[in-house]
């Protein structure tokens, strides 16, 4: 009688185990999801690259997850730069990967200070979503600029 | 309203000439709540009959400045602000440091306490904390004004004055049966002229009624009503720019006008029984006014406000005392109760070269050009401020006075407790836009609401012994404790919402300034009770014609409370408690009155110092304390030449006050300066003509200092004035 038991829990886990496994492939965890990240920003500025810590970022899906905007909340482009910045980078393809999503865009203009701001076009964006992970690389016009951070 | 003074002045009684003070008994009556006659307090006396308040030209409080040793108010502006400064205590806005009453009835509101008056008989100073019996914003002195009373033997009486300036002085008072009655009314088309707008900019029209029933209606019971009523419409502020060492005209372009009703009705009922006085005193004051004021004081649209509010107020004191009046002991316990009410609208309205000036130039600045810069297209940027100030006050109050043959020593103590809260409801709306990136105005709506109150208890002990030590010769010494109430800053509310609504911008558009704009918070605008403790010692002398009296004293204040301008391109003002203070000082009275004969020096040495203070930014430990007169001196003398049966008087004085330092610094400096004044009056059995002049000098003294936006502005002296005048008795 013990063995029977035995053996239908070991299957019950089995199973439920096999049941989550299918459900992280089909929408992996805080992927298509709306989520805020923090982590660090570099700015390779033409007077060197430097880091900001703590830079919250927002990836903002769409309705059907194909596409994303990102808010990047108070960030310099200069060390020296007296104001920083709420920057929305809009228009994001999303990639659904097995393990999260490929972001890609280009001459993407951003929105800042109300409106949109040419000067700071976006060009060459690739990044990733892996789990709990964000990472992404762009040219704020001629500014490259990477991020990573972890979902908060 | 002229015609209305023509016909009363036509179809009324009046009082006569030196009448009010000819019946007067040896030992001097006043208002005040002393246990003790005049002669027998210890503590500084000032007391000013009617014959010397008439031959000094003196018809509002502001002019006992000087004439009181040690008190200035300086005369300018309109009647709202009545700046009082008196033993190094003082300032220019908020709490008084001086008591004022009129026939017992405390005056709550500051903002009523310049007033011109007709059917005064006397003026009592009581100089130093008189905190025991008279509670919050004592600390400096009590001022008691005795009105004309039914009881009186004084002749119908009407004045007639006109001077330069076209400045018209009517009054009339009279006695019918239990009532008295006093009304006066003054015109002037004003004194300096706005250059900008090409007229004068301070005008005044004032009346002021004052009537007195009073009635024993039992053999032990007294009763008395006395109702006061000021009415005045004003110009604005004569303020001229101080640039480059030189006093500019007054010159600015945006409205200045104040316009007050005062009303104050008061209540007395007095028992007399074989053991126990009671007195019952109570009152109902009303203020209704409106100053509408450039703000920036210049040719240019910066910004302007409106303070219109309207206190309601009520008090209650009950006192009991010994009737025996031989006894050698005479307790005095009383309970004193008030709440106040002030409904207060005060809009800063931002206009264009406001906006451009403090909003636009100071936010772009810390913009990078290459990002962009602010734009705001409104024409004017209202930023409106409500409040409702609620105040209220109990207190309990003893002094005992031991009469020991010729020792008099009186001790009290009196606890308050004062509570207040502020509800303030303030909004700021604007329409602003960030170009290039912007292509369309956004709204931007910030209110800013809350209620901010307070509570302090206060013990104010009080100890002094009185030696009598001849029947000429008196000699006291005092310590006692004064406290100024604290409040509520509602004048930098502007501040704090014009910074509020550049942050809230800054954020509705994403960007961060690596330097805020900061401000004080509502939390911050509470500034608390000053405390003063006085140790002091004097001298009085009475001996025939001559009368003279001396007092050194040593005030150490804490808390002290300071008006402070926000540094930079602040728009407001408040008032801080700015750390301790102390002040050493003397005050010398003398008069001789021989027969025809008349002379008067009132004299004041004032050291008044910070001890400890530090704004912030530097130490001002050791500076003299702005705004407060070093000496205060005034001279008169004057002799009445018989002329068959009537009298030519000829009266000459010298007043002047100062050096005075106009900042915390220390650096700006106002010297002292004197002003001659004379009276000539040829007197006759019912009436009499006089020639007055004030300022004959022509001294353009520097009288006020302000200070705006980073702008300097100085309000100087009255120019010389001539009246001309008439006096009836009937």
Redesign the interface.
Known sequence: MKKTIYLLLAFAVVLAGCDKSEKENEEPVNVLKSTDYSGTLTVNASSGAFDTENVKVSYIATEKADSASIIMYQVKFSPRMPVSLDVTVPGIVVKKTAKGAILTCDSIVPLAMGGEFPNYTVKGFEGEIIDDDLTFSLNFGSTPTSYQGKAQ | MKALVLISILTTVSPSNDTLTQYLPDVTITALKESVAVEDLASAVSDISYPELKRNGIFRPNLLSSVVPGLHIPDYGASLTSTIYLRGLGSRMENPVMGLYIDGIPVLDKNTYDFDWQGISRVTMLRGPQGTLYGRNSMGGVLSLSTLSPTDDARPQINLEYGNANTVRVGASFIVGNNSLSATYRHTDGYFTNTYKNELCDPYDGFALRWKWQKHTHENICMSNILSVNVSKEGGFAYGLWRNDTLKSVSYNDEGSYHRLSVIEGFKWHYCGQAVKTDVVTSLQLLSDDMRMDQDYTEKSVFTLQQKQLSGAGTLELTFRRTDENAVCKPQTGLFSFYKRNSLYAPVLFKRDGIETLILNNANS???T???YLTISDVTMPVNSDFIIDTWNTALFHESVFDLDRWLITAGIRMDYEGGSMDYDCMALMHY??EP???QD?ELAVPYIGTVSHHHIELIPKLSVLFKATDAVTLYTTISKGYRAGGFNTQIFSDILQNLTMNTMMQ????????QFVSVSADNTEYDPEYAWNLEIGTRLHKGTLSAGASAYYMNVRNQQLTVFPPGMSTGRMMTNAGRSRSIGMETELSWNPERFRSHISFSWCDARFVSYNDGNNDYSGNPLPYVPKHTLQVSSGYSFRINNNTLDIDASLNGAGPFNWDETGTRQEPFRIKAGCRIALVFKDWEIYVRGDNLTGTQGRTFYFKSVGNEFFATDKPRMIMIGTTFNL
């Open positions: 810390h913009i990078p290459d990002i962009g836009r960030f990136i912007m292509t956004k509705d558009l994403g960007v961060y300034l690596d330097r």
